[in-house]
C-alpha cells in the first residue's frame, strides 16, 4: 500500500551533543511564539515560549531566540538526551483570541 | 486534574456517516479548540470557543460544527464524513485574562478513518 510517512525535515543527533531547531514564521504581528514537543501518538506538549519583545529565553536545558528581522525562531536543546527524540513544532500565538498558527515540524532524533 | 481527555481514541467511519468527537477538559478553561493534523503537517485550527455558548470558526471549518453549552466540554461533530476528513482530531484547551497569553494544553488525540 502507499505509504503515509512523514516526509518531515529531520535533525540526528548524537546523545549528549547540542541541538538547534529552525523555524520561519509568516506573520510579523504575532505577539507570542511557542515550542512544542509531540512524541508519538501523543498531543503536543509546551516546551517554552518567548514574546515578541524578547529576543532570547532560557529554560530548563532549553533556549529560544527569536529574530524579528528575518522573522526567524530557533529552539536550542542542551546536552540532547534520547528522550528528546520526538517532533518539534514553533507555533504563532495573537493574544486576541490565542489562536496558534503551527509551523511545520522537525522531527529530532537521538542516538544513544 | 485529568486535564484535557477525548474520546473515542480511535474511529473508523465510513463515507457519509456522522459522529461526534467528545472533549472535555477539568481545569475550569474558558477557552477551547479543536485542531486536525494530517501526517507530516502542523496543526490546524478548526473551531474554537472563547467561554460557554461562544464558538467561532479556525482556519478549516468546513464539514464540521461545534457547540459549547457548558465550561467543560466542546463537542466536535462531523456530519457527512469524507475521506477528506481522515485525520488526527485534537482538541485543547486554555486559560485567558486581562489580555494576558496562557499556554494551551492538549487532549491524546482521536485517530479517525474515513473510507
Known amino acids: 500500500g502507499e505509504s503515509v510517512g512523514l516526509h518531515l525535515p529531520t535533525l540526528s543527533v548524537q546523545e549528549g551533543d547540542n541541538s538547534i531547531i529552525n523555524c520561519a514564521y509568516s506573520?510579523?504581528?504575532?505577539?507570542?511564539f511557542i515550542w512544542y514537543k509531540q512524541e508519538s501518538g501523543k498531543g503536543p506538549q509546551f516546551i517554552i515560549d518567548?514574546?515578541?519583545?524578547?529576543d532570547k529565553r532560557q529554560g530548563q536545558r532549553v533556549t529560544v531566540l527569536l529574530n524579528k528581522t528575518v522573522k526567524h525562531l530557533s529552539l536550542q536543546i542542551a546536552a540532547t538526551q534520547p528522550g528528546d527524540s520526538a517532533v518539534y513544532f514553533c507555533?504563532?500565538?495573537?493574544?486576541?483570541?490565542?489562536?496558534?498558527?503551527f509551523g511545520t515540524g522537525t522531527r529530532l532524533l537521538v542516538s544513544p | 486534574n485529568a486535564g484535557v481527555t477525548q474520546t473515542p481514541k480511535f474511529r473508523i467511519l465510513k463515507i457519509g456517516q456522522s459522529m461526534t468527537l467528545q472533549c472535555t477538559q477539568d481545569?475550569?478553561?474558558?477557552?477551547m479548540y479543536w485542531y486536525r493534523q494530517d501526517p507530516g503537517m502542523g496543526l490546524k485550527l478548526i473551531y474554537y470557543?472563547?467561554?460557554?455558548?461562544?464558538?467561532d470558526k479556525g482556519e478549516v471549518p468546513n464539514g464540521y460544527n461545534v457547540s459549547r453549552s457548558t465550561t467543560e466540554d466542546f463537542p466536535l461533530r462531523l456530519e457527512l464524513a469524507a475521506p477528506s476528513q481522515t485525520s488526527v482530531y485534537f482538541c485543547?484547551?486554555?486559560?485567558?485574562?486581562?489580555?494576558?497569553?496562557?499556554?494551551?494544553?492538549f487532549g491524546p488525540g482521536t485517530r479517525l478513518t474515513v473510507t
Open positions: 485543547a484547551s486554555s486559560h485567558q485574562a486581562g489580555g494576558a497569553v496562557y499556554e494551551q494544553y
Open positions: 506573520n510579523s504581528a504575532s505577539d507570542y
Open positions: 518567548i514574546r515578541s519583545n524578547m
Open positions: 507555533a504563532e500565538q495573537d493574544t486576541g483570541f490565542q489562536k496558534l498558527v
Open positions: 481545569m475550569n478553561h474558558n477557552y
Open positions: 470557543s472563547v467561554g460557554a455558548g461562544i464558538t
